[in-house]
Nanobody, 114 residues
Framework: QVQLVESGGGHVQAGESLRLSCAYSSMYTINAVAWFRQAPEKEREWVADISSDDLTHLASSVKGRFTISRDNGKNIVFLQMNNLKPEDTAVYYC?????????WGHGTQVTVSS
């Protein structure tokens, strides 16, 4: 069983920052963790991911503004979001895969006003 819980969302003005957290728990070792987001009436899209040895990837739409990091000792993955734009408004989810199954958190809402 794998559980993921996102937190840190909120309502900010354009140009401001937020840091999202994804706390995960499992009796098994969790390796890669990814962040996705889903805006209203749009498909869920990949935002960033980080491997167990801290190799990171970011979508081009957020590169230079977002960073992903993890604290393996505390089982938390962070998504630092700077210079937020209205188009970043979405529900943000974290996800991991174990034994061929995808596990998702319930999401945290991020709303950016212009």
């Amino acid at each position: 069983q794998v559980q993921l819980v996102e937190s840190g969302g909120g309502h900010v003005q354009a140009g401001e920052s937020l840091r999202l957290s994804c706390a995960y728990s499992s009796m098994y070792t969790i390796n890669a963790v990814a962040w996705f987001r889903q805006a209203p009436e749009k498909e869920r899209e990949w935002v960033a991911d980080i491997s167990s040895d801290d190799l990171t990837h970011l979508a081009s739409s957020v590169k230079g503004r977002f960073t992903i990091s993890r604290d393996n000792g505390k089982n938390i993955v962070f998504l630092q979001m700077n210079n937020l734009k209205p188009e970043d408004t979405a529900v943000y989810y974290c996800k991991t895969r174990k034994f061929g199954f995808d596990y998702w958190g319930h999401g945290t809402q991020v709303t950016v006003s212009s």
